[in-house]
């Protein structure tokens, strides 16, 4: 077994509204000097060590990600 993360996040060209809230929240609560969020989703997949590249990509543009508004990418990581 493999384990998968998918991250997905908004392009840059699209506006964050969650990402902008949290920014506007940080000096409120006396966190300084973050200029900016951004906020995503992730995704961990156990999948069988026959599962492909090709495929990873193929589950992550098709089910994971809305490809119009959202860049991802896959990576495998260590158990």
């Not at 969020?37 to 590249?53: A, I, M, N, P």
């Amino acid at each position: 077994m493999a384990r998968v993360v998918v991250d997905v996040m908004p392009k840059q060209e699209i506006l964050d509204p969650q990402g902008q809230a949290v920014a506007n929240a940080l000096p409120r609560l006396g966190f300084d000097g973050v200029s900016s969020v951004r906020q995503g989703k992730r995704f961990e997949l156990e999948v069988d060590d026959s599962v492909d590249d090709a495929t990873l990509a193929k589950i992550a543009e098709t089910l994971l990600a809305n490809t119009v508004i959202e860049d991802w990418t896959v990576r495998r990581v260590e158990s």
